[in-house]
């Protein structure tokens, strides 16, 4: 019989397309066992999370770049410089001239946007720590 009408079997794993090695059924079953993991430590720091905060009932929420400052009503605790803003003044160059945010000074001036600041006008600025 000539080779062309020759019929040939294939073992099993040819049949499947699949050679030695991983196959992809294992491949499957090691990436699902890694997402596992990761879901289970995503989770875990999750309920730490969420407890955590529900421990701490009285304190005031948290804010990204807010620091922890014990302000007192009294004013001989507080130490202010006095400004008087000069022509061509912003509130951004203000607070740059004495590394303070423009926000903390709006805050601490009761300004509110659009925040203009005229020549001849006194802002408090807070004194450095010592």
Avoid at 53 to 69: F, I, K, W, Y
Avoid at 98 to 124: D, M, V
Wanted: proline share 5%; aromatic share 8%; glycine share 6%.
């Amino acid at each position: 019989m000539p080779l062309h009408q020759k019929k040939f079997e294939l073992c099993p794993r040819l049949k499947l397309g699949v050679g030695r090695g991983y196959s992809q059924n294992k491949i499957f079953k090691i990436a699902s066992g890694i997402s596992l993991a990761v879901a289970a430590i995503l989770s875990v720091n999750a309920v730490r999370l969420v407890m955590g905060s529900h421990s701490q009932t009285s304190a005031s929420p948290q804010v990204l770049g807010a620091e922890d400052v014990n302000i007192s009503k009294n004013s001989d605790d507080l130490q202010f410089t006095i400004y008087t803003v000069q022509k061509g003044d912003t509130l951004f160059n203000i607070s740059q001239k004495f590394s303070i945010s423009w926000n903390t000074l709006a805050t601490l001036n009761n300004l509110k946007s659009p925040y203009y600041l005229k020549p001849g006008q006194t802002i408090k600025v807070p004194k450095p720590y010592k």
